[in-house]
C-alpha cells in the first residue's frame, strides 16, 4: 500500500452531460482535453443502449471484454483522470443494472449514451501522474 498526502484547495467542478447517442468515453475524453484537466475523480449516472465493459486478465495482460447489448441504466460509473504522455487519460469502472434487476460491471470502454448520462468531473491534485507499471503494463497512479 502506498499513501501520500496532497494539500489543496478546493479545485474545479466540472459538470459533463453526454446526450442520447454520444460515445461516453470519447465524450468525456474530449471535455478532459478541452478543459485541460489532467487529476481528477469521476462519478456519473444515466444510461446506456448498450455498453463494453473489461476484466483485466493479468495472465493475458489485457482486457477480456464483456458485451452489453441491451439497454442498460448506469447504477454507479466512478474512477479517476490522470496525466499519461502529457494527456488526460479517464480510468472509470461502471456497474449497469439490466431489466431483470440483475447487475453487470467492470472497467468501461465503450458506452452508447441513452437518454443521458451526467458526469461530475472534480479536479484534485494536479501532480499526480500515470506511469506504466512494468508487471502488468498498465498506466497505474503513482504515490511516490
Same mark, same amino acid.
Request: proline fraction near 3%; include cysteine; charged fraction near 25%.
Given at each position: 500500500?502506498?499513501?501520500?498526502? =496532497?494539500?489543496?484547495?478546493?479545485?474545479? @467542478?466540472?459538470? +459533463? !452531460?453526454?446526450? /442520447?447517442?454520444? &460515445?461516453? @468515453?470519447?465524450? +468525456?475524453?474530449?471535455? *478532459?482535453?478541452?478543459?485541460?484537466? $489532467?487529476?481528477?475523480?469521476? %462519478?456519473?449516472?444515466?444510461?446506456?443502449?448498450?455498453?463494453?465493459?473489461?476484466?483485466?486478465?493479468?495472465?493475458?495482460?489485457?482486457?477480456? $471484454? !464483456? #458485451? @452489453? %447489448?441491451?439497454?442498460?441504466? +448506469?447504477?454507479? *460509473?466512478?474512477?479517476?483522470?490522470? &496525466?499519461?504522455?502529457?494527456? #488526460? =487519460?479517464?480510468? +472509470?469502472?461502471?456497474? *449497469?443494472? $439490466?431489466?431483470?434487476?440483475?447487475?453487470?460491471?467492470?472497467?468501461? *470502454?465503450?458506452?452508447?449514451?441513452?437518454?443521458?448520462?451526467?458526469? !461530475?468531473?472534480?479536479? @484534485?491534485?494536479?501532480?499526480?501522474? /500515470?506511469?506504466?507499471?512494468?508487471?502488468?503494463?498498465?498506466?497505474? !497512479?503513482?504515490?511516490?
Amino acid at each position: 500500500m502506498r499513501a501520500r498526502e =496532497v494539500r489543496q484547495q478546493t479545485g474545479r @467542478v466540472l459538470v +459533463v !452531460i453526454c446526450d /442520447k447517442g454520444e &460515445e461516453a @468515453v470519447a465524450a +468525456v475524453g474530449a471535455a *478532459l482535453r478541452e478543459q485541460d484537466i $489532467r487529476a481528477a475523480r469521476v %462519478t456519473a449516472v444515466g444510461g446506456f443502449t448498450d455498453a463494453e465493459l473489461g476484466w483485466f486478465d493479468r495472465d493475458a495482460g489485457d482486457y477480456r $471484454r !464483456i #458485451p @452489453v %447489448t441491451e439497454q442498460v441504466e +448506469v447504477l454507479s *460509473l466512478l474512477g479517476d483522470v490522470a &496525466e499519461h504522455d502529457g494527456e #488526460p =487519460v479517464l480510468h +472509470v469502472h461502471a456497474v *449497469l443494472g $439490466r431489466s431483470d434487476g440483475g447487475t453487470v460491471g467492470g472497467h468501461l *470502454l465503450r458506452g452508447r449514451v441513452w437518454p443521458t448520462l451526467e458526469v !461530475i468531473i472534480s479536479e @484534485v491534485a494536479p501532480e499526480l501522474a /500515470k506511469r506504466v507499471d512494468p508487471e502488468t503494463g498498465l498506466a497505474l !497512479i503513482s504515490a511516490s
